[in-house]
């Protein structure tokens, strides 16, 4: 990890990338993705602009809309997060193996350094949910990054302990309310 983490500091400061390099983040738990998020929050993607960074790198503004905050500064209904990659006329920026948010999903985000990090969500992918209402009763539910039942044993464990049944077999979807009384009892503890 730290030397993926060194190719990117590079990658932002605008020095040449090297090939052959993907994208990889540590392994999180339930509990770590609540500690380490300097900001929670639910929002539906609203827009993606490219630019150049100060540094030359080009990075994409993320925007959501209709954002609640569960954790940290609530100013804005809009919030928009920093990723590194892009394209600007002919030249892209991509980065293998780093996650994307899909324009018009909402998600439930976890995040951390924003605006200093190559991907600011707690544990990549791990630290995005997708909010989805359930068609026939129309509760949200929360899904995993991909829009699957989420899978990861810590989240499940948790959620087990704050109201909702572990599945032995396939895994069914999480509320919402049950997901944020979750991390509101890890917040309580903080």
Do not use: Y
């Given at each position: 990890?730290?030397?993926?983490?060194?190719?990117?500091?590079?990658?932002?400061?605008?020095?040449?990338?090297?090939?052959?390099?993907?994208?990889?983040?540590?392994?999180?738990?339930?509990?770590?993705?609540?500690?380490?998020?300097?900001?929670?929050?639910?929002?539906?993607?609203?827009?993606?602009?490219?630019?150049?960074?100060?540094?030359?790198?080009?990075?994409?503004?993320?925007?959501?809309?209709?954002?609640?905050?569960?954790?940290?500064?609530?100013?804005?209904?809009?919030?928009s997060l920093m990723i590194a990659g892009g394209s600007l006329g002919t030249e892209t920026l991509a980065l293998p193996g780093m996650p994307r948010f899909q324009f018009g999903l909402t998600y439930l985000v976890f995040v951390q350094g924003n605006g200093t990090t190559i991907f600011p969500v707690v544990g990549g992918d791990q630290g995005m949910f997708q909010v989805k209402s359930d068609t026939l009763t129309g509760e949200s539910l929360v899904f995993d990054s991909r829009g699957m039942p989420i899978r990861s044993a810590t989240v499940r464990q948790a959620m087990a302990a704050d109201g909702a049944a572990p599945s032995s077999t396939e895994p069914e979807p999480i509320t919402l309310d049950v997901f944020l009384r979750g991390i509101r009892s890890r917040l309580g503890s903080q």
């Open positions: 990890m730290k030397r993926a983490v060194a190719w990117m500091v590079l990658v932002l400061l605008g020095l040449s990338p090297v090939t052959g390099f993907a994208v990889s983040f540590d392994a999180k738990d339930f509990d770590q993705l609540v500690a380490e998020s300097e900001q929670i929050f639910i929002g539906t993607t609203s827009g993606a602009m490219s630019r150049r960074h100060p540094g030359g790198a080009i990075v994409t503004d993320v925007s959501f809309a209709g954002v609640q905050v569960i954790k940290g500064n609530a100013g804005n209904a809009e919030i």
